[in-house]
């Protein structure tokens, strides 16, 4: 029964269905409950910093519903996006198909991100190929690969394109993030090949492989919805790389490890932001645990844990992801946070 709490996370796809399906100015309804109620909300929610024991662990792992809930993610997707593709042909108005298409973005930010993350750090070729098949609904099939072996073997530094640093905007972190990751993704996957002494043009390299897999979905679309509907959909795709990149932002923001003997600390809880708010948790699938997640990044959602000495956002990830979006405002809240964090016994280590 307690795994059953984890079906909020199909909040999302209900309210950016019926945003589908509205087809009038309640098309925004996605976007209004989910970064303007929710953020709301969560500022008179009492946050929950309770973990389980040794022995509840052992159980939850045990449990597939956890899993069947993560699984389920990806018809759920595919389903949206046709939806999606379907409706987009029909007349409307100028405001109704940009709500849509905010609509459509956010399910590739939410599901087609966030639930290909989770699966993607799964050890089954199974769950690795349904982590694929959601990234491909965003074009973003390359965040498999850079996530897993770059950005988790560098967080927190700055060889990392995808930590933020100390007074970055957000706006100039989209721009280096998004750019410099989809490079380092291609650098990652040369080496390895030449690690494996295989040839880069060849069907072992992933990269190659992705990129054939995303121009022919975009092919699919154009074929059968024609130029226009494929427009609407690389915009929504956008629009799920910028909410992404928007969570990168406001997960390692001005965190730093420091270089021990010529190598970098372990990344440790103090290196990552953390929030316990239960509804982003419970949404966005224990994804605001984040400092659990890159200490032991095999642990599945649904046992993450709380640390004590992890730095603690003001807020959920809605609340801090609009917050990001007003410079003054967030450099105004995080500073100080950072410098009070700084003083504390947990915060000594930190650059």
Not at 19 to 28: E, G, K, P, Q, V
Not at 107 to 116: S, T
Not at 161 to 190: D, M, N, Q
Request: net charge positive; aromatic share 14%.
């Amino acid at each position: 029964m307690k795994a059953l709490k984890y079906l909020a996370c199909y909040i999302t796809p209900a309210l950016v269905l019926f945003s589908l399906w509205s087809a009038n100015l309640y098309s925004y309804t996605a976007l209004l409950i989910l970064f303007i109620f929710f953020p709301i909300l969560e500022l008179f929610l009492k946050p929950n910093d309770s973990n389980m024991g040794k022995i509840e662990e052992e159980l939850v792992l045990q449990d597939k519903t956890y899993d069947i809930i993560l699984w389920l993610l990806v018809p759920m997707q595919y389903f949206i996006l046709i939806y999606f593709l379907f409706q987009m042909q029909s007349e409307y108005t100028t405001l109704v198909r940009a709500g849509m298409i905010i609509s459509m973005g956010i399910a590739c930010g939410v599901i087609g991100i966030n639930a290909a993350h989770e699966l993607g750090h799964r050890n089954t070729r199974f769950e690795q190929t349904l982590s694929k098949m959601l990234l491909l609904t965003s074009l973003y099939m390359h965040f498999f690969i850079e996530h897993n072996r770059g950005h988790h073997k560098n967080v927190s530094t700055d060889e990392d394109p995808a930590s933020s640093k100390y007074g970055e905007t957000l706006y100039a972190f989209w721009f280096r993030s998004i750019l410099h990751s989809y490079i380092s993704a291609w650098v990652l996957e040369k080496e390895k090949l030449e690690m494996q002494k295989k040839s880069f043009w060849s069907i072992h390299n992933e990269m190659l492989i992705f990129q054939l897999i995303q121009f022919g979905l975009l092919l699919t679309i154009y074929l059968i919805f024609g130029f226009n509907i494929l427009l609407y959909f690389m915009a929504a795709a956008m629009i799920g790389v910028i909410l992404l990149e928007t969570v990168n932002y406001i997960e390692h923001y001005g965190l730093r490890r420091k270089m021990k003997n010529g190598k970098y600390e372990r990344t440790m809880p103090i290196h990552s932001w953390n929030s316990n708010h239960p509804l982003g948790r419970l949404v966005l699938l224990e994804l605001s645990r984040h400092s659990d997640h890159h200490y032991i990044s095999s642990r599945k959602y649904q046992i993450l844990r709380h640390h004590d000495a992890s730095p603690q956002m003001p807020t959920g990830y809605p609340g801090m992801m609009l917050l990001s979006i007003l410079p003054p405002l967030w450099f105004r809240v995080m500073h100080k946070k950072i410098a009070m964090y700084k003083q504390t016994s947990e915060g000594n280590d930190l650059e």
